[in-house]
């Protein structure tokens, strides 16, 4: 039998806190409540019964403001919600020296509880850092923002972090999405609409929205991270000297021979204390500021390629390509000022 979701609406609960971001908050709200409705407004003139019911919970009913001082009214306390089929978990400011349970314990263990009550889980953004300090990833495959790579590296070793992908799956019948970039909460809003309620209602959400789902993920937004806490000096002044001089011919020879280590010894530190090798940190710089030349518009790319260290463009345009999923000439149009105008 076919679900009446005009009369029995899917029960939807967002989980916020004062260190999440309201444009994800609200806009998984936003979105996830005009199911239905915003369409019928808009072509017939008179909005249908919504068919999702939405509620933001929160440990207390409180009001509160979160990231950049957006006010928050919850309408649920974790007590109250206990009813959700699905729970969404947008981004929440995680680093390296606060372990998630220190500051939303209390969030998580009410996520675990109902994950285990047969709830589904959908995160953005950094919001699977949750599930992951619970457990519930171990084994499996997670996305979120590109930044957050570091913080699974070294916090959750046994989840495979996957920054390349708009989407991952993980438990038992995919009960757990988790989208990538901080305007993925878009592609995730789609993909809980397609998948429980219905793929032609996802499609008007599209359309009232204006929204794509993006399937080429996050390689083209992101940029190399340098790892701050590496005590490692040696490397550190290389890092120093490299960010001069990444267009040098033999730029990692030029630096074991500054730095007089040898090359095992070398390649071994460098990669403690950056997460890259020494060849794959030069080639992300060189890419980031070929990115910028590109965004400023004001070379050809034969002449990129010559300024950040590469004599051969095709081979350039073929390792650009590989790092970031666009070539360089999509990247201008997609990044570039005049791109940004022409498509507005």
């Not at 997460?275 to 910028?292: F, M, T």
Request: hydrophobic content about 40%; aromatic content about 10%.
């Amino acid at each position: 039998m076919t679900r009446d979701f005009t009369a029995d609406p899917l029960r939807i609960d967002v989980l916020a806190a004062e260190s999440c971001r309201g444009a994800i908050l609200y806009g998984l709200y936003d979105l996830l409540t005009s199911v239905g409705s915003a369409w019928s407004y808009l072509t017939e003139g008179t909005p249908t019964p919504p068919m999702t019911r939405v509620r933001i919970v929160a440990r207390t009913k409180e009001p509160f403001r979160c990231i950049s001082g957006v006010p928050v009214m919850p309408d649920a306390t974790l007590e109250e919600a206990n009813d959700a089929e699905i729970i969404c978990l947008p981004n929440f400011r995680i680093g390296m020296l606060t372990p998630p349970k220190e500051v939303l314990g209390s969030e998580i263990a009410w996520v675990v509880e109902r994950h285990a009550a047969g709830a589904r889980l959908a995160t953005a953004c950094s919001g699977s850092a949750l599930l992951a300090d619970a457990g519930l990833l171990d084994g499996e495959e997670a996305t979120a923002h590109w930044s957050m790579a570091e913080v699974f590296e070294k916090r959750y070793p046994q989840v495979a972090f996957c920054p390349d992908r708009t989407l991952t799956f993980a438990g038992e019948g995919a009960s757990i999405v988790m989208s990538g970039g901080m305007a993925s909460w878009q592609d995730l809003a789609l993909y809980l609409i397609a998948r429980y309620i219905g793929p032609e209602h996802a499609a008007k959400s599209a359309r009232f929205y204006c929204v794509d789902p993006k399937p080429d993920g996050q390689r083209h937004y992101a940029a190399p991270m340098r790892r701050l806490q590496s005590e490692d000096a040696v490397i550190q002044e290389c890092q120093a000297w490299l960010a001069n001089a990444y267009s040098e011919g033999d730029a990692v020879g030029r630096m074991i021979s500054r730095c007089g280590l040898p090359r095992r010894t070398f390649d071994r530190r460098f990669r403690a204390a950056t997460g890259y090798s020494p060849k794959d940190y030069v080639q992300s710089l060189r890419i980031e500021e070929a990115k910028q030349f590109l965004e400023m518009d004001v070379k050809n790319v034969d002449a990129i390629s010559e300024a950040v260290g590469y004599s051969d463009p095709r081979a350039f345009r073929r390792l650009f390509k590989k790092m970031t999923g666009l070539s360089p000439a999509e990247y201008r149009r997609r990044f570039s000022s005049r791109g940004f105008l022409s498509a507005r």
